[in-house]
């Protein structure tokens, strides 16, 4: 199916692909409980999925792919739970840092970072130092991330600059932006929601103000680039006015 989001307008422009698509990874858990697996399992297959996925991602034209991988609330799972998933961000990391210069893929980590070990603290540094270098696709993975508390930490910098004198006039939404953890990042026009669950938990609140929802009872680690093209059929089909009425 891919075929059909390679197509190009008369500009050599990609026509029907959304330009950032933004995934919650959820369903690791269950995906290793229906095997009588660990948790720990299912992270280890739905990381190796997120491989899959941003390489199909990439392939077909999408500039950017957000995905939420662990949140602020997510350190109050069971420590041994945690443990393992910065154990696999840090194998991840250590991978990218080798493959991002041969494959010009951009990566960067969307949170509070304070919070990492210092080895994870540095590996984020490398990857987006690499980063710098190169133009095209750029995977950004929220770690340690909330959106409430993305929106009181931009707020409070902002306020933090304007008593400072750094900062003056009107605050909009475009200054607001600037402020946020994606600053320079497009809003997502596509969030899909693999596991069955049908909320935003958190995740890019002020960033999916206007972007696409889709859910699928697929668990994440079973998410394929085949279930990829129907959310982006999905996504094609549905009628973007932005507030506005096409057509009055």
Known sequence: MA?????????????GLPRHIAIILDGNGRWAKKRGLPRTAG????????????????????????????????????????????????????????????DHIRMKILGDVSALSPELRSLVDKTEKISQGYDGFQANICLNYGGRDEIIRAASRWAQDAAEGKVS???????????????GIPDPDLLIRPGGEQRISNFLLWQCAYSEFY??????????????????????????????????
């Open 169 to 183: 006039g009107e605050l909009t939404e475009e200054i607001f932006s600037s402020y946020l953890y994606s600053a």
């Open 43 to 102: 992270h280890v297959e739905g990381s190796e999925n997120f491989r899959r996925i941003a390489t199909y991602c990439k392939n077909i034209g999408v500039e950017y792919l957000t995905v939420y991988a662990f949140s602020t609330e997510n350190w109050k799972r069971p420590p041994e739970e945690v443990g393992a998933i910065m154990k696999l961000l840090g194998k991840y990391l250590h991978e990218a840092v080798d493959t991002m210069a041969k």
């Open 215 to 248: 859910y699928t009872d697929t668990l994440w680690p079973d998410f394929t680039p085949n279930d990829l093209d129907k959310a982006i059929e999905v996504y094609r089909s549905r009628d973007r006015r932005f507030g506005g009425v096409k057509n009055p």
């Open 3 to 15: 075929a059909i989001f390679s197509k190009k307008n008369a500009a050599g422009e990609l026509t």
